[in-house]
């Protein structure tokens, strides 16, 4: 790749910065070194293998937008890689939505990612001076957020992500137990909220809570306002999760600190497009934070850190296993119409360190967490190189961020959505990344590192002094150099000084080739990689099709068997009255034939009046056969013998009327 000149107008939508640590060890020799820039700030820098590796000797050169080397402090970077312009830029021109930042860090472990992200016991990091400048820039414009304060309210509406929206004083309270926001008062002075989502767990308490008064001041950025809207008020919400082995954790939730169980089972947050934003994915049900102080705003992100930090001990305690994502949303709005709020989120991004999985002296789960961790990584260089391709002109890739939950949350807002003329308004998203790595280091992974992240890449290979002329230049022996292709002496050693040149030059193609060879390789096999992802992917899809189809058809003939069901019973039932009619008809005319051939008296059937003429006589008979008991006991009592009793029963045998019907109808 030819080199480019690296410092890009500031307008590009991504920037990569370097920052080199000072080493631990003295002693371990150094391969990268910063070329003398002929402007202001070094751009470049070289690496060559540690000379122990004989085998390569290729010199990569690489171009960053910056390279700040190991003394510079803090400060220098927050002022050098364009933080505060990102700053102003989710703050939003006047009247207008503002456009998200992301910074974010990208290095091997223990390079310096989270110090420069995070800070240290001593020393503020990036994400604490963003949040001052923030806070310092806003001032008394901040909302009141207290619950039932009418922002907390018209926030909570706003949210599109189906977040849990709490003040960060409820929040507080509801982590360390009674009385601590006083520790921490708000702008707001916050009333006590009900918080029936976060139950207190009182033995947690003290040992966890984060002393303000043991975290940085420093460096300070009290110079360093920007200008506001001076009839907007503001609000700043914080949200914090982390991806592990590509799934999305809340980090507010409590979960791990609550439970002081480390292995406690958390739920996945799902990274997807809301009822309320149809057009743009966001992480969906988060736990978010309305901050009322700069102060606040430290107590949550050290809350989310120390949860992080709790949930990550179960593998390891050193370094950082998930890639941890600190979001603070800027909502702006007319103080005096109020009206709707705009928004622009600032995303600061504490990338999992990068090893080799076979340095890692782990196993089992910890080692298939390293390969997610390489993996997602791995993919996130492409989409830094396909980024850095575009950028410079050449060709407009697609980049394929959406191989993997990090790269998906990292870039699906730096490109317009397909559907853009729903959301016109959403500016591309401007990320920083600042890439860290040690001098004297691991050789290997931080190559790997730079390649895929610098802007641009050149591969040289030194000539090698002859071994002929170091021979002759320790010799006295110092003929004249011949042309004429005799075997004279001067002769041989011009043609050996020659094939040596040219061994000389193929060593050094072979070992560029090489390089290439490696790179195509790992390109190869990224290659393979994603197309296994999309063919699973297209797997899953067609499954889901399949199951669909399936459910659709088997809806379908349910309702076409209910249909014909109905259909055949309505015919079976007009059938049978059809048939019923028919038999009618030909009974009556039977009826009437035989009447008038034979002359037959022929019963019809007892027509209702009949019916209840024979009821109300049977009904009589009954009455009558009651009295005839009746006097019978009577007569028995005047002692008639038992005989005579029954010829008497005899004699007075009731005839059924119906009985004579039923002959009639027999003989029908
Ligand atoms: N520029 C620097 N100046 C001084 N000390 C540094 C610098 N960068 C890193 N360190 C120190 O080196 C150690 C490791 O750095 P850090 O924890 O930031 O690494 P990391 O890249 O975040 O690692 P991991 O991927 O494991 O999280 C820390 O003690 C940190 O303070």
């Known amino acids: 790749m030819a080199m480019e000149p690296p410092p890009r107008p500031s307008n590009s939508l991504f920037d990569v910065y370097l920052r080199l640590r000072p080493s631990h060890s003295a002693n371990a020799q150094r391969f990268l070194d910063v070329e003398e820039s002929e402007a202001d700030n070094p751009t470049h820098i070289t690496i060559k293998p540690p000379s122990s590796d004989h085998r390569k000797r290729a010199i990569e050169k690489f171009a960053f937008t910056r390279v700040f080397e190991e003394d510079s402090p803090q400060m220098e970077i927050f002022k050098g890689t364009g933080v505060v312009p990102l700053i102003e830029g989710v703050l939003g021109a006047k009247g207008r939505d503002g456009r998200d930042g992301l910074l974010a860090t990208l290095g091997v472990t223990g390079s310096g990612k989270s110090h420069t992200i995070l800070g240290t016991k001593a020393q503020r990091g990036l994400t604490q001076m963003a949040l001052d400048v923030l806070f310092q820039t806003i ?216 090893e080799r999985a076979r340095n890692a002296k782990t196993a089992g789960a910890t080692l298939a967490e390293a390969g997610k961790i390489n993996e997602s990584l791995m993919y996130l260089g492409q989409c830094m190189q396909m980024q850095s391709d575009n950028q410079e002109g050449n060709r407009q890739n697609i980049v394929p961020f959406r191989q993997c939950k990090l790269t998906e949350l990292l870039f699906s807002n730096s490109f317009p959505s397909s559907n853009s003329r729903h959301h016109h308004h959403h500016q591309p998203q401007k990320s920083i990344m600042i890439v860290t790595a040690d001098p004297k280091g691991d050789f290997n992974a931080t190559s790997q590192i730079l390649r895929y992240s610098a802007l641009a890449r050149e591969v040289t290979v030194p000539r090698i002094p002859s071994t002929t002329s170091t021979i002759l230049s320790g010799t006295t022996l110092k003929h004249a150099t011949s042309s004429s292709g ?173 009985a004579t019907l039923r002959v009639g109808m027999d003989s029908d």
């Open 486 to 658: 005799r075997s004279t002496p001067s002769g041989v050693l011009e043609e050996l000084e020659h094939a040596n040149a040219q061994i000389a030059r193929l060593t050094a193609e072979i070992e560029v080739f090489a390089l290439r060879l490696t790179e195509e390789t790992a390109r190869r096999k990224a290659a393979e990689q994603s197309w296994r992802a999309v063919e699973e992917h297209v797997q899953d899809i067609e499954q889901e099709i399949r199951d669909e189809c399936f459910a659709e058809t088997e809806h379908a003939v349910e309702q076409e068997r209910r249909r014909w069901q109905t259909a055949w019973d309505a015919e079976q039932d007009h059938n049978e009255q059809h048939m019923d009619r028919k038999i009618d008809v030909v009974i009556k005319a039977t009826k009437a034939q035989m009447r008038e051939e034979q002359g037959v008296k022929i019963y019809e059937d007892p027509d209702p009046e009949l019916k209840e003429r024979v009821e109300e006589l049977e009904r009589e008979n009954e009455l009558l056969r009651a009295k005839l008991e009746a006097k019978e006991r009577e007569g028995q009592a005047k002692s008639a013998s038992p005989v005579k009793k029954m010829r008497v029963l005899k004699a007075k045998r009731w005839e059924d009327p119906e």
């Open 139 to 354: 001032g008394t414009q901040l909302v009141q957020s207290f619950y039932g304060a009418p922002a907390f309210s018209s926030l909570a509406a706003t949210d599109v992500s189906e977040a849990h929206m709490f003040t960060a004083t409820a929040f507080l309270d509801s982590m360390y137990g009674d009385n601590q926001s006083e520790r921490f008062p708000s702008r707001a002075q916050t009333p006590m909220p009900d918080c029936s989502s976060f139950v207190t767990n009182p033995t947690i308490r003290s040992k966890n809570i984060p002393r303000l008064s043991a975290l940085p001041q420093k460096p300070s950025v009290h110079d360093m306002e920007l200008p506001s809207e001076p009839n907007a008020e503001y609000a700043i919400i914080i949200s914090m999760y982390e991806v592990y082995n590509d799934r999305i954790f809340d980090l507010l939730a409590g979960n791990v600190m609550k439970s002081k169980n480390t292995n406690v089972k958390r739920r996945a947050l799902l990274f997807k497009s809301t009822e309320q934003s149809p057009d743009r994915k966001v992480v969906a049900g988060l736990t978010k934070i309305i901050c009322g102080s700069l102060e606040e705003a430290l107590m949550i992100l050290e809350t989310g850190l120390m949860e992080r930090k709790v949930a990550g001990t179960g593998s390891n305690a050193v370094s950082s296993r998930s890639h941890g994502f600190f979001c603070v949303e800027v909502k702006k709005r007319n103080a005096q119409r109020k009206g709707p709020w705009s928004s622009g989120t600032l995303t600061i991004v504490d990338l999992a360190g990068s």
